[in-house]
């Protein structure tokens, strides 16, 4: 679900229960979502490169480390 359809679909949602006017639904749920400390998908996407960079740099340490207690 795409970001303008989730905001389209909590409107209507607060529009069917309670008399708030399409701005005002869009504003609070904007105040809501900015309380959740979300980060943007670069962000996300940059972090997740930084992990994959990690996880593979551990990995070949890992064996590294294997083959030196096989020398020993």
């Known amino acids: 679900m795409q970001p303008q359809d989730f905001i389209n679909d909590f409107r209507q ?25 979300l980060v943007s998908r670069e962000e996300f996407d940059a972090q997740q490169a930084v992990l994959l960079r990690t996880r593979a740099k551990l990995e070949q340490l890992e064996k590294q480390l294997a083959e030196l207690q096989a020398k020993l």
Request: no cysteine; proline share 4%; aromatic share 0%.
């Open 13 to 37: 949602r607060l529009q069917d229960h309670a008399p708030v006017g399409a701005s005002e639904a869009k504003a609070l749920l904007q105040s809501m979502l900015a309380k959740l400390n």
